[in-house]
């Protein structure tokens, strides 16, 4: 049988991660067009729940590594752990998810098994044997498509996005526990805690109508143009990370991978050109509203309505009508 | 505390993107290079733990002749010594596999890079060189300490509003996010003076690296197109004034 598809499982407090699941339905298509195994790795400690959960998911085998000292592990350690597991399962795929931990372990498991990794991937398939991977280049504007060639391990990261039903299985997967020679891993880092951003004033996942502001504002003053037609439409003002960076709002307004992930009913984006990572914080609200210059911004990817033009003109206009069409 | 800040020369707006001859990467017009943005704010804090700690600050490139334009920017922001490896590739196992060796022949605590090119959008080779030289790593910090002398803390994204914060003993290599400092502005004379540093610059033949094993492989670049969109956007079109009236009755009918 030709080498398989491993799906690596992130996990936190006893869940797996959102994206993971996403993984596992991925790799279910994935093995069965390319007529492979496919198989699923848990490494962590005491992570029973997780891999019973798992056996349910249409896999041929789980692999499951349980030792304390994964239990608060760095990247560092945790790119060993896996890439020993991987070495020894020699799958033709590491399928993993493009999250902040992904996006650290990704690359450090490629270079550990000298295989190529394809990260940020927005699409993988398999067409007569043949796997084709999709991911963004230059800002999100354009799509590249990879084929891949020859037989060696790949490693692909994929974002979180649609992705196929999750056929459950009424058999059970087998477990394996592997025992890892974890004494002899390079331990240079530690992880001393995990802390959440304090709770702001504003809850920006509860909001009905979100009213977003990018860095094509242009400066910290002009901002109140954008709060002025949140305040008339009685939604919250919320903004993408450069504005952040920049301290022209704080922190708790960001929507956004590293910040908040919001589906409001309405969601409007003045001037906000659409990078990945604000996309996936925003991408399920209900009716999307995008105002920008740049026909070719990324956010229109996304939007159900656009508005090609200047923000300093809309965004007036829009307040005004807003306040001259609130009921009372 | 000496520290090596990774930058990259990316280009501006980008036209005519297509495949290129070698199938392994992309060709296109494209504007002038700048400092991949990330990568400028990696700069901005060694230059700030410089100033708190002491040491020396290298900054280290990869590209050809036309990628030396950010390393006069960062030394006209602060950096003492410049290295620019001689090496064009987009494939980012080679990239690592030279930046690693470029790394090796320098001496340092500490090296800061950003989180991702613009170009690419891989966001790989910091993480897998630190890798290929057994250097424990974090990504997307936001924020850095001295936990001792042999010793940093990093506080990095975990997403959703959540942080890790890890001890890595130096040397150590760090993945900067955007925003870890304030981007101080350069004046245009400073830019200038520092035109006439010089540049120390390495083929990947000084550093060891035989050509072959930098070809890539294992994959063949197919297209480069537009996303595909999952639905069609309408745009609107008219004055200010339909435009913004259009939006509030689609606006009201979502709610």
Same mark, same amino acid.
């Given at each position: 049988? #030709?080498?398989?598809?491993?799906?690596?499982?992130?996990? %936190?407090?006893?869940?797996?991660?959102?994206?993971?699941?996403?993984?596992?339905?991925?790799?279910?298509?994935?093995?069965? =067009?390319? =007529?492979?195994?496919?198989?699923?790795?848990?490494?962590?400690?005491?992570?029973?729940?997780?891999?019973? #959960?798992?056996?349910?998911?249409?896999?041929?085998?789980?692999?499951?590594?349980?030792?304390?000292?994964?239990?608060?592990?760095?990247?560092?350690?945790?790119?060993? *752990?896996?890439?020993?597991?991987?070495?020894?399962? =020699?799958?033709?795929?590491?399928?993993?998810?493009?999250?902040?931990?992904?996006?650290?372990?990704?690359?450090?498991?490629?270079?550990?098994?000298?295989?190529?990794?394809?990260?940020? %991937?927005?699409?993988?398939?398999?067409?007569?044997?043949?796997?084709?991977?999709?991911?963004?280049?230059?800002?999100?504007?354009?799509?590249?498509?990879?084929?891949?060639?020859?037989?060696?391990?790949?490693?692909?990261?994929?974002?979180?996005?649609?992705?196929?039903?999750?056929?459950?299985?009424?058999?059970?997967?087998?477990?394996?526990?592997?025992?890892?020679?974890?004494?002899?891993?390079?331990?240079?880092?530690?992880?001393?805690?995990?802390?959440e951003e304090p709770r702001g004033e504003v809850d920006l996942t509860?909001? #009905?109508?979100?009213? *977003?502001?990018?860095?094509?504002?242009?400066?910290?003053?002009?901002?109140?143009?954008?709060?002025?037609?949140?305040?008339?439409?009685?939604?919250?003002?919320?903004?993408?990370?450069?504005?952040?960076?920049?301290?022209?709002?704080?922190r708790e307004?960001?929507?956004?991978?590293?910040?908040k992930?919001?589906?409001? =009913?309405?969601?409007?984006? %003045?001037?906000?050109?659409?990078?990945?990572?604000?996309?996936?914080?925003?991408?399920?609200?209900?009716?999307?509203?995008?105002?920008?210059?740049?026909?070719?911004?990324?956010?229109?990817?996304? *939007?159900?309505?656009?508005?090609?033009?200047?923000?300093?003109?809309?965004?007036?206009?829009?307040?005004?009508?807003?306040?001259?069409?609130?009921?009372? | 505390?000496?520290?090596?800040?990774?930058?990259?020369?990316?280009?501006?707006?980008?036209?005519? &993107?297509?495949?290129?001859?070698?199938?392994?990467? /992309?060709?296109?017009?494209?504007?002038?290079?700048?400092?991949?943005?990330?990568? !400028?704010?990696?700069?901005?804090?060694? /230059?700030?733990?410089?100033?708190?700690?002491?040491?020396?600050?290298?900054?280290?490139?990869?590209?050809?002749?036309?990628? /030396?334009?950010?390393?006069?920017?960062?030394?006209?922001?602060? @950096?003492?010594?410049?290295?620019?490896?001689?090496?064009?590739?987009?494939?980012?196992?080679?990239?690592?596999? &030279?930046?690693?060796?470029?790394?090796?022949?320098?001496?340092?605590?500490?090296?800061? +890079?950003?989180?991702? @090119?613009?170009? +690419?959008?891989?966001?790989?080779?910091?993480?897998?060189?630190?890798?290929?030289?057994?250097?424990?790593? @974090?990504?997307?910090? &936001?924020?850095?300490?001295?936990?001792?002398?042999?010793?940093?803390?990093?506080?990095?994204?975990?997403?959703?509003g959540?942080?890790?914060?890890?001890?890595?003993?130096?040397?150590?290599?760090?993945?900067?996010? +955007?925003?870890?400092?304030?981007?101080?502005?350069?004046?245009?004379?400073?830019?200038?003076?520092?035109?006439?540093?010089?540049?120390?610059?390495?083929?990947?033949?000084?550093?060891?690296?035989?050509?072959?094993?930098?070809?890539?492989?294992?994959?063949?670049?197919?297209?480069?197109?537009?996303? $595909?969109?999952?639905?069609?956007? !309408?745009?609107?079109?008219? +004055?200010? $004034?339909?435009?913004?009236?259009?939006?509030?009755?689609?606006?009201?009918?979502?709610?």
């Amino acid at each position: 049988m #030709a080498r398989g598809v491993l799906v690596l499982i992130e996990h %936190c407090e006893g869940k797996i991660d959102s994206a993971a699941s996403q993984l596992l339905a991925i790799g279910q298509r994935l093995a069965e =067009k390319l =007529k492979v195994e496919l198989v699923a790795a848990v490494i962590g400690y005491r992570h029973d729940g997780v891999v019973r #959960a798992l056996q349910s998911a249409a896999l041929d085998r789980i692999v499951a590594v349980d030792d304390p000292r994964l239990a608060r592990a760095s990247g560092e350690v945790q790119a060993q *752990a896996l890439g020993e597991v991987a070495r020894q399962i =020699k799958p033709r795929l590491i399928l993993m998810g493009y999250t902040l931990a992904g996006m650290e372990l990704a690359p450090a498991i490629a270079a550990r098994l000298g295989a190529n990794a394809f990260t940020n %991937c927005v699409g993988i398939d398999a067409v007569d044997g043949a796997v084709k991977v999709t991911r963004p280049v230059f800002d999100n504007t354009l799509h590249v498509e990879i084929a891949l060639e020859g037989d060696e391990t790949a490693v692909v990261a994929l974002q979180k996005g649609a992705a196929p039903e999750l056929k459950p299985s009424a058999k059970e997967a087998p477990v394996e526990r592997l025992a890892l020679d974890l004494e002899n891993f390079s331990a240079q880092s530690r992880l001393v805690g995990v802390t959440e951003e304090p709770r702001g004033e504003v809850d920006l996942t509860k909001a #009905a109508i979100i009213v *977003a502001v990018g860095r094509g504002i242009g400066g910290a003053e002009k901002i109140r143009l954008v709060s002025e037609l949140a305040e008339a439409l009685g939604g919250v003002l919320a903004c993408s990370r450069p504005v952040v960076d920049v301290g022209w709002l704080p922190r708790e307004r960001q929507v956004g991978a590293s910040g908040k992930t919001v589906a409001p =009913k309405v969601y409007i984006a %003045c001037g906000i050109s659409g990078a990945i990572q604000h996309l996936s914080g925003m991408r399920e609200s209900k009716r999307i509203i995008a105002i920008n210059k740049d026909p070719n911004a990324p956010i229109f990817q996304v *939007a159900h309505f656009g508005v090609i033009g200047d923000l300093f003109e809309i965004v007036p206009a829009l307040t005004k009508a807003a306040k001259e069409s609130r009921p009372g | 505390m000496n520290i090596v800040v990774c930058c990259k020369a990316v280009p501006g707006l980008v036209t005519e &993107v297509k495949v290129g001859a070698d199938a392994k990467s /992309l060709e296109y017009q494209g504007q002038l290079l700048a400092i991949n943005e990330c990568d !400028e704010y990696a700069l901005e804090e060694a /230059l700030a733990l410089k100033r708190a700690h002491g040491g020396n600050v290298t900054v280290v490139t990869m590209g050809n002749i036309k990628a /030396l334009e950010i390393l006069y920017f960062a030394l006209a922001k602060g @950096a003492d010594r410049a290295v620019r490896v001689d090496c064009e590739t987009s494939d980012a196992r080679v990239a690592s596999t &030279v930046l690693a060796a470029a790394l090796k022949k320098l001496d340092f605590d500490l090296v800061l +890079t950003g989180t991702q @090119a613009r170009d +690419t959008l891989g966001g790989q080779v910091g993480i897998a060189a630190a890798a290929l030289l057994g250097l424990p790593f @974090a990504y997307a910090v &936001v924020e850095i300490q001295m936990a001792s002398a042999s010793a940093v803390k990093a506080r990095k994204e975990l997403g959703g509003g959540r942080y890790a914060e890890v001890e890595l003993s130096l040397p150590a290599l760090l993945c900067v996010q +955007t925003g870890i400092q304030p981007l101080a502005f350069v004046p245009p004379a400073r830019r200038m003076r520092a035109r006439q540093q010089s540049v120390a610059s390495f083929t990947p033949a000084d550093l060891g690296l035989d050509p072959a094993a930098l070809a890539p492989k294992g994959y063949r670049l197919v297209d480069v197109h537009p996303p $595909q969109r999952s639905h069609r956007v !309408e745009f609107l079109d008219g +004055t200010p $004034q339909e435009i913004a009236a259009a939006l509030i009755s689609k606006i009201r009918e979502a709610l």
